[in-house]
Protein backbone atom coordinates (compact mmCIF):
# COMPACT_ATOMS: atom_id res chain seq x y z
CA UNK A 1 0.00 0.00 0.00
CA UNK A 2 2.70 2.26 0.72
CA UNK A 3 4.27 1.60 -2.53
CA UNK A 4 0.88 3.63 -3.73
CA UNK A 5 0.80 6.25 -1.06
CA UNK A 6 4.04 7.60 -0.60
CA UNK A 7 4.67 8.90 -4.12
CA UNK A 8 0.91 10.69 -3.90
CA UNK A 9 2.29 11.97 -0.54
CA UNK A 10 5.46 13.28 -1.94
CA UNK A 11 3.59 15.43 -4.14
CA UNK A 12 0.98 16.80 -1.51
CA UNK A 13 4.87 17.73 0.36
CA UNK A 14 6.02 19.32 -2.57
CA UNK A 15 2.67 21.95 -2.96
CA UNK A 16 3.21 22.54 0.35
CA UNK A 17 6.42 23.40 0.73
CA UNK A 18 6.10 25.69 -2.33
CA UNK A 19 3.52 27.59 -0.60
CA UNK A 20 5.54 28.13 2.57
CA UNK A 21 8.60 28.72 0.90
CA UNK A 22 9.66 32.25 0.53
CA UNK A 23 13.12 33.36 -1.60
CA UNK A 24 15.33 33.59 1.52
CA UNK A 25 14.85 29.50 2.00
CA UNK A 26 15.07 28.99 -1.66
CA UNK A 27 18.73 27.65 -1.29
CA UNK A 28 17.31 25.34 0.79
CA UNK A 29 15.31 24.09 -1.83
CA UNK A 30 18.37 23.99 -4.19
CA UNK A 31 20.73 21.72 -1.55
CA UNK A 32 17.36 19.01 -1.68
CA UNK A 33 17.36 18.64 -5.49
CA UNK A 34 21.07 18.21 -4.97
CA UNK A 35 20.36 15.63 -2.00
CA UNK A 36 17.54 13.84 -4.67
CA UNK A 37 19.57 13.79 -6.97
CA UNK A 38 22.41 12.01 -5.49
CA UNK A 39 19.53 9.56 -3.60
CA UNK A 40 18.34 8.58 -6.55
CA UNK A 41 21.47 7.80 -8.64
CA UNK A 42 22.68 5.82 -5.98
CA UNK A 43 19.44 4.06 -5.63
CA UNK A 44 19.23 2.86 -8.82
CA UNK A 45 22.50 1.79 -8.83
CA UNK A 46 22.30 -0.22 -5.42
CA UNK A 47 19.10 -1.53 -6.47
CA UNK A 48 17.78 -1.58 -10.19
CA UNK A 49 21.16 -2.11 -12.57
CA UNK A 50 21.83 -5.54 -10.76
CA UNK A 51 18.88 -6.82 -10.98
CA UNK A 52 18.53 -5.90 -14.70
CA UNK A 53 21.69 -6.96 -15.72
CA UNK A 54 20.99 -10.51 -13.41
CA UNK A 55 17.68 -11.15 -15.39
CA UNK A 56 18.85 -9.42 -19.22
CA UNK A 57 21.76 -9.87 -21.53
CA UNK A 58 24.55 -7.62 -20.64
CA UNK A 59 24.63 -5.53 -24.20
CA UNK A 60 20.97 -5.53 -24.37
CA UNK A 61 20.36 -4.08 -21.03
CA UNK A 62 23.33 -1.60 -21.86
CA UNK A 63 20.97 -0.88 -25.41
CA UNK A 64 18.01 -0.34 -23.11
CA UNK A 65 19.61 2.08 -20.85
CA UNK A 66 20.44 4.02 -23.24
CA UNK A 67 17.07 4.00 -25.11
CA UNK A 68 15.91 5.45 -21.60
CA UNK A 69 18.19 8.33 -22.04
CA UNK A 70 17.20 9.42 -25.48
CA UNK A 71 13.55 9.16 -23.78
CA UNK A 72 14.12 11.55 -21.46
CA UNK A 73 15.87 13.83 -23.63
CA UNK A 74 12.68 13.80 -26.01
CA UNK A 75 10.70 14.57 -23.24
CA UNK A 76 12.88 17.12 -21.67
CA UNK A 77 12.58 18.73 -25.07
CA UNK A 78 9.35 18.90 -24.42
CA UNK A 79 9.15 19.78 -20.53
CA UNK A 80 12.43 22.36 -21.15
CA UNK A 81 13.70 20.06 -18.01
CA UNK A 82 11.11 20.30 -15.52
CA UNK A 83 12.31 16.69 -14.08
CA UNK A 84 15.50 17.90 -12.78
CA UNK A 85 14.24 21.87 -11.61
CA UNK A 86 14.46 23.58 -14.67
CA UNK A 87 11.05 25.61 -15.12
CA UNK A 88 9.94 27.53 -17.90
CA UNK A 89 6.41 29.00 -17.42
CA UNK A 90 5.55 32.54 -18.37
CA UNK A 91 3.64 34.16 -15.22
CA UNK A 92 1.50 36.13 -17.70
CA UNK A 93 0.91 32.65 -19.48
CA UNK A 94 -2.92 31.56 -20.02
CA UNK A 95 -2.33 28.95 -22.16
CA UNK A 96 -2.25 25.46 -20.25
CA UNK A 97 1.02 24.05 -20.59
CA UNK A 98 0.20 21.06 -22.37
CA UNK A 99 3.32 19.89 -23.35
CA UNK A 100 5.01 20.27 -20.13
CA UNK A 101 2.06 18.21 -18.46
CA UNK A 102 2.05 15.76 -20.78
CA UNK A 103 5.87 14.78 -20.76
CA UNK A 104 6.11 14.93 -16.90
CA UNK A 105 2.80 12.73 -16.94
CA UNK A 106 4.92 10.16 -18.84
CA UNK A 107 8.20 10.01 -17.17
CA UNK A 108 5.91 10.06 -13.65
CA UNK A 109 4.20 7.22 -15.00
CA UNK A 110 7.18 5.21 -16.09
CA UNK A 111 8.66 5.87 -12.63
CA UNK A 112 6.02 4.10 -11.46
CA UNK A 113 7.41 0.90 -13.12
CA UNK A 114 10.35 0.93 -11.09
CA UNK A 115 8.62 0.34 -7.99
CA UNK A 116 7.33 -3.08 -6.58
CA UNK A 117 7.63 -4.61 -3.35
CA UNK A 118 11.37 -6.18 -3.10
CA UNK A 119 13.09 -3.13 -3.68
CA UNK A 120 13.23 0.23 -2.15
CA UNK A 121 12.80 2.50 -5.16
CA UNK A 122 9.76 4.45 -3.84
CA UNK A 123 11.86 6.16 -1.39
CA UNK A 124 14.15 7.18 -4.24
CA UNK A 125 11.28 8.48 -6.27
CA UNK A 126 9.46 9.90 -2.96
CA UNK A 127 12.48 12.28 -2.43
CA UNK A 128 13.09 12.92 -6.30
CA UNK A 129 9.31 14.41 -6.08
CA UNK A 130 9.19 17.10 -3.14
CA UNK A 131 12.08 19.40 -4.67
CA UNK A 132 10.59 18.80 -8.65
CA UNK A 133 6.62 19.45 -7.67
CA UNK A 134 8.19 22.55 -5.37
CA UNK A 135 9.74 24.23 -8.26
CA UNK A 136 6.39 22.96 -10.22
CA UNK A 137 4.24 24.61 -7.74
CA UNK A 138 5.91 27.71 -7.03
CA UNK A 139 5.82 28.67 -10.78
CA UNK A 140 2.05 27.31 -11.22
CA UNK A 141 1.04 29.50 -8.09
CA UNK A 142 2.80 32.49 -9.45
CA UNK A 143 1.32 32.13 -12.84
CA UNK A 144 -2.08 33.35 -14.23
CA UNK A 145 -3.61 29.77 -14.62
CA UNK A 146 -6.76 29.10 -12.63
CA UNK A 147 -6.63 26.88 -9.27
CA UNK A 148 -8.52 24.23 -10.95
CA UNK A 149 -6.35 23.98 -13.86
CA UNK A 150 -3.12 24.11 -11.32
CA UNK A 151 -5.05 21.67 -8.96
CA UNK A 152 -6.03 19.32 -12.05
CA UNK A 153 -2.23 19.46 -13.15
CA UNK A 154 -0.96 18.56 -9.81
CA UNK A 155 -3.59 15.95 -9.59
CA UNK A 156 -3.50 13.98 -12.38
CA UNK A 157 0.50 14.05 -11.68
CA UNK A 158 0.37 12.96 -8.44
CA UNK A 159 -1.74 10.02 -9.64
CA UNK A 160 0.46 8.63 -12.34
CA UNK A 161 3.22 7.21 -10.69
CA UNK A 162 0.79 4.98 -8.50
CA UNK A 163 -1.11 4.05 -12.00
CA UNK A 164 2.47 2.65 -13.35
CA UNK A 165 3.11 1.23 -10.37
CA UNK A 166 -0.75 -0.74 -10.66
CA UNK A 167 -0.15 -1.79 -14.06
CA UNK A 168 3.56 -3.16 -13.43
CA UNK A 169 2.11 -5.30 -11.18
CA UNK A 170 -1.06 -6.36 -12.36
CA UNK A 171 -1.56 -6.25 -15.86
CA UNK A 172 0.02 -9.79 -16.89
CA UNK A 173 0.88 -8.26 -20.34
CA UNK A 174 3.13 -6.21 -18.84
CA UNK A 175 5.00 -8.38 -16.39
CA UNK A 176 6.64 -10.41 -18.97
CA UNK A 177 8.47 -7.30 -19.96
CA UNK A 178 9.00 -6.09 -16.72
CA UNK A 179 13.20 -6.32 -16.56
CA UNK A 180 13.30 -4.30 -19.98
CA UNK A 181 10.55 -1.18 -18.91
CA UNK A 182 13.00 -0.63 -15.64
CA UNK A 183 16.13 -1.08 -18.23
CA UNK A 184 14.40 2.22 -19.82
CA UNK A 185 13.81 3.52 -16.30
CA UNK A 186 17.20 3.35 -15.07
CA UNK A 187 18.45 4.93 -18.01
CA UNK A 188 15.69 7.71 -17.23
CA UNK A 189 16.88 8.00 -14.19
CA UNK A 190 20.42 8.22 -14.81
CA UNK A 191 19.96 11.06 -17.35
CA UNK A 192 18.00 13.17 -14.57
CA UNK A 193 19.87 12.15 -11.40
CA UNK A 194 23.01 13.55 -13.07
CA UNK A 195 21.47 16.27 -14.26
CA UNK A 196 21.01 17.61 -11.27
CA UNK A 197 24.25 16.96 -10.00
CA UNK A 198 26.27 18.70 -12.53
CA UNK A 199 24.29 21.09 -13.34
CA UNK A 200 23.01 22.13 -9.60
CA UNK A 201 26.80 24.32 -9.17
CA UNK A 202 26.66 27.68 -10.09
CA UNK A 203 29.75 28.76 -12.03
CA UNK A 204 31.28 24.62 -11.08
CA UNK A 205 32.61 26.26 -7.91
CA UNK A 206 33.15 24.02 -5.05
CA UNK A 207 30.59 23.73 -2.93
CA UNK A 208 31.20 22.21 0.54
CA UNK A 209 26.99 22.36 1.57
CA UNK A 210 26.24 20.43 -1.78
CA UNK A 211 29.16 18.00 -1.66
CA UNK A 212 27.84 17.42 2.27
CA UNK A 213 23.75 16.71 0.58
CA UNK A 214 25.31 14.26 -2.17
CA UNK A 215 27.33 12.41 0.35
CA UNK A 216 24.29 12.34 3.01
CA UNK A 217 22.36 11.23 -0.24
CA UNK A 218 24.70 8.34 -1.08
CA UNK A 219 24.80 7.26 2.14
CA UNK A 220 20.73 7.21 3.27
CA UNK A 221 20.52 4.94 -0.45
CA UNK A 222 23.17 2.03 0.74
CA UNK A 223 21.90 1.78 4.53
CA UNK A 224 18.41 1.46 3.17
Known amino acids: MNNYLFPILSVIFGVVLAIITTKKRMFNTRLLLSFSGAFLLALTLFEMLPEVYEHLDSKLTGLFI ?27 ATAFPWALFISLCIHSFLEGFSINDHNDMVYGIVI ?57 VIGIFFHISTTILFESSEGHKFNLSKLTAIVLGVGMAYLI
Open 128 to 184: HNIPITALISMFLLKSNYSKIQIASFLIIFALMTPLGTLISNTVGAVQGYTHIINAF
Open 66 to 92: MGGILLQIILEYFSKGAEHGHIHIHKN
